[in-house]
Antibody, heavy 121, light 111 residues
Framework: EVQLVESGGDLVQPGGSLRLSCAAS????????IHWVRQATGKGLEWVSA???????YYQGSVKGRFTISRENAKNSVHLQMDSLRAEDTAVYFC???????????????WGQGTLVTVSS | QSVLTQPPSASGTPGQRVTISCSGS????????VYWYQQLPGTAPKLLIS???QRPSGVPARFSGSKSGTSASLAISGLRSEDEADYYC????????????FGGGTKLTVL
């Protein structure tokens, strides 16, 4: 069974930093792209970032230059380093597994439960 | 403004068939798989339809997906009260070096 467990969400001041982690199990981690998707309270889903099997990275425009995604295949984990945080980054952040794998980027088929990031003074 | 366009709301009575549309462009729906998700309040999204029209195990046959050109749709037949939820379409987009894109979501109400 695929499991994705996010951690690291917290309350942080504007301009601050936070590092989210996603621990994966139940599938061959190194062969799938992993994504972060966020959802502000009462709003829709918003794709944030993804990392491919070769370590190629992708970002949504509003986080480019501020967020950095990375993966550790030996530990079946993905991280999202978030710097220069803004109030509009406040959301639940979900980790999710790519649906196709083998180097092909696609949207996702499994989701974690999410971790809450609040950016406020 | 979402890259993929969905109606903000839809409704139907129990037993009815409801469809939710999702409109995109050649860089996303036109050239990549479409995925549909169901989200109940306070829970993580759940995959309903994968790769345009494939139902994961455990998803009832009442749910079906289709794609034509740069548009896709989700159909729910034999509507049930427990289908009341938010529904999102999504796809990979090949523009801007590659990114994921979602629709704005459709709130389905079972009357």
């Amino acid at each position: 069974e695929v499991q994705l467990v996010e951690s690291g969400g917290d309350l942080v001041q504007p301009g601050g930093s936070l590092r989210l982690s996603c621990a994966a199990s139940g599938f061959t981690f190194s062969t799938y792209d992993i994504h972060w998707v966020r959802q502000a309270t009462g709003k829709g889903l918003e794709w944030v970032s993804a990392i491919g099997t070769a370590g190629d990275t992708y970002y949504q425009g509003s986080v480019k230059g501020r967020f950095t995604i990375s993966r550790e295949n030996a530990k079946n984990s993905v991280h999202l380093q978030m710097d220069s945080l803004r109030a509009e980054d406040t959301a639940v952040y979900f980790c999710a597994k790519g649906a196709v794998g083998a180097g092909a980027l696609s949207l996702v088929d499994s989701w974690g439960q999410g971790t809450l990031v609040t950016v406020s003074s | 403004q979402s890259v993929l366009t969905q109606p903000p709301s839809a409704s139907g009575t129990p037993g009815q068939r409801v469809t939710i549309s999702c409109s995109g462009s050649s860089s996303n729906i036109g050239n990549n798989y479409v995925y549909w998700y169901q989200q109940l309040p306070g829970t993580a999204p759940k995959l309903l339809i994968s790769k345009n029209n494939q139902r994961p195990s455990g998803v009832p046959a009442r749910f079906s997906g289709s794609k034509s050109g740069t548009s896709a749709s989700l159909a729910i037949s034999g509507l049930r009260s427990e289908d009341e939820a938010d529904y999102y379409c999504a796809a990979w987009d090949d523009s801007l070096r590659g990114r994921g894109v979602f629709g704005g979501g459709t709130k389905l109400t079972v009357l």
